[in-house]
Each structure stands twice: as C-alpha cells, then as structure tokens.
C-alpha cells in the first residue's frame, strides 16, 4: 500500500427514533472502517465548537484516527441529521447550513500526495466545500473515487454529473443509477452507459438483497452476491462499509472480483450492527485474518 488516502466531506451524528446518536456521514463511515482494517486515511471535514464536536473528536482519537484535518467552524454547528427507519431502507432529514458544508481544506504544504481521494455529494452542495475539494483536486493529481449519496434536496443532476465527469471509480445505489442514467436498458448496461459518458473506470452499483456489481465502460460486469448476516439489525452505513473496501482493494491491487467479494462481506456484517460503525476491533479481525492467508 502506498501513501494513505484523503477523505473529504461530511462527519455528523445520525438521530435514530429511540433518541440514540451515532457519529456519522459517509465519508466519516468510510474513514472509521478505513483506520479499522489499517489504512490510516486522513479525514479532511468540518465540525462546530460544540458538544457535538467535542465527541466527534473524543471519539477519533479513542479509534487512532487522525484530526489535524478536522477544522473547528465558530459560528455554525457539528453536522447531524435524523434517520428514518421505515420501510426497510433509511431515509434521513438533514438541516441546512451545518459546519461540514463550510471545509476550507487548508492542509499543510508537507501534506504528500495521497493514494487516493474519496468524496461523497452532500458536503459538495455547498459552494464553500464544493470550492475546498476543487482545490485539492488541482493540488493532488490522485485517483478520485466518488461515493454518490444523493440526499434530496441537496443535490441535482449537474452537480452529479460535473462529479462524476471528474473521477475514476464512482459508487452508488440502484435507486441512484436510476436517477442518473434514466431508461429502459438494464442496470448493467446503463452503468456502462455511464462509465463511458464520464470516463470512469468503473461504476460500481450496490443493488441492496441483490448483491452488487462493477461495470466497465464495455458493459462488462463483475457480480457478486450479497452477504446476509444472520440476524439484520438495519442497513445503515452498509454502502459506506462496502465503499472502504472496494477503495482498500484498489490500494492493495486485489483485482475487482476479489474487492467486491469482500466488499460485500463487510457490508452484510455491518448489517448485523446498529448504525454505520462499531468500536470493536474484533468486528475487522476475522476478516484481516482471512485476506491475509
């Protein structure tokens, strides 16, 4: 593995029905289980100077995670949005103006080129990051892998495809292809559709109990089942997890079938947790364990 990857975007606390608060946001998701497997990423977000924050913080450093790139904002607060369990997928309400939609990204010159760059959407609908992660594209020529996590209202189809047309691996849903590569083809070929439209070199589609794919610009694919865990407690964070380990296989060179094979074993025991991340090592050992032999 080479130098550590750069993760940019949103960090913020999930409000679940029950009252509980877990930290979250993609990009922190894909960071948490990043550092789990090894990796030292280095997350570049946004937090308020507020309690929030404060445990935001608190809860990196117990995990080894680095936050000299975690800025403090004085006027707007830590990111939080409340999730919605109903009808087995989750949905999420989300307040505007929150700290992560403000990343400046003012990284230290000594700060060397990353392995990769990974982002999602919601934090580049605000024009201030938007701006701060369009600094770093000019500053870093490294490959960009895009998680596309379409929240509405806070995106729209030229945001997507000006993000898209930047990167070289992209992510998403189902639901979300559905959204941007629109018609009656199927989904293999309307990823393809997309992969050669942007001149990425997959696009990997998560296709929920169906498993997942990558296609090329070709319309070749790559499938994979999915990993049911015994018992499913919710889904939340599952697209993240599988999203850290497509990147760790592209940076170790495993080869696509064998990154999504584990992808999507990661992704079907984060299932059996409740919300996006866990602090127990044990979760990443039999899988470290396994990849090793």
């Not at 960071?31 to 990423?41: K, M, S, V, Y």
């Not at 701006?131 to 030229?158: E, I, T």
């Not at 070709?218 to 990993?227: E, I, Q, R, S």
């Not at 999507?264 to 602090?279: D, Q």
């Amino acid at each position: 593995m080479t130098d550590r990857p750069l993760i940019f975007g949103e960090m913020l606390h999930d409000r679940f029905p029950d009252g509980r608060e877990i930290l979250g946001g993609a990009p922190f998701n894909v960071a948490w289980h990043l550092q789990g497997f090894g990796a030292a990423p280095l997350l570049v977000s946004r937090i308020g100077s507020d309690r929030a924050g404060e445990r935001a913080l608190e809860a990196m450093d117990a995990w080894g995670l680095e936050t000299t790139a975690i800025e403090i904002d004085p006027e707007r607060p830590t990111g939080s949005v409340v999730v919605d369990l109903g009808g087995g997928e989750p949905r999420y309400a989300i307040d505007p103006d929150q700290a992560y939609g403000h990343i400046e990204a003012a990284l230290p010159a000594a700060t060397r080129t990353p392995s990769l760059l990974y982002h999602g959407t919601l934090a580049l609908w605000s024009s201030p990051s938007r701006g701060a992660w369009a600094d770093l594209r000019r500053r870093f020529a490294s490959p960009v892998f895009v998680d596309v996590n379409l929240r509405a209202p806070w995106w729209n189809p030229a945001l997507a495809e000006a993000l898209l047309g930047r990167a070289t691996w992209a992510k998403l849903s189902l639901e979300e292809l559905d959204r941007l590569a629109v018609g009656g083809a199927p989904p293999a070929a309307r990823a393809g559709d997309l992969c050669r439209r942007h001149g990425l070199r997959h696009v990997i589609v998560t296709l929920g109990d169906g498993g997942a794919m990558a296609v090329d610009a070709d319309g070749a694919a790559v499938t994979v089942a999915a990993t049911i865990p015994d018992r499913i407690v919710d889904t939340v964070g599952a697209g993240d997890a599988f999203a850290a380990v497509m990147i760790l296989g592209e940076l170790a060179g495993w080869g696509l079938p064998i990154a999504i094979a584990r992808a999507s074993a990661v992704a079907g025991a984060v299932c059996g947790l409740r919300g996006a991340t866990t602090v127990e090592h044990r979760f990443y050992e039999p899988f470290l364990e396994e990849w090793g032999k």
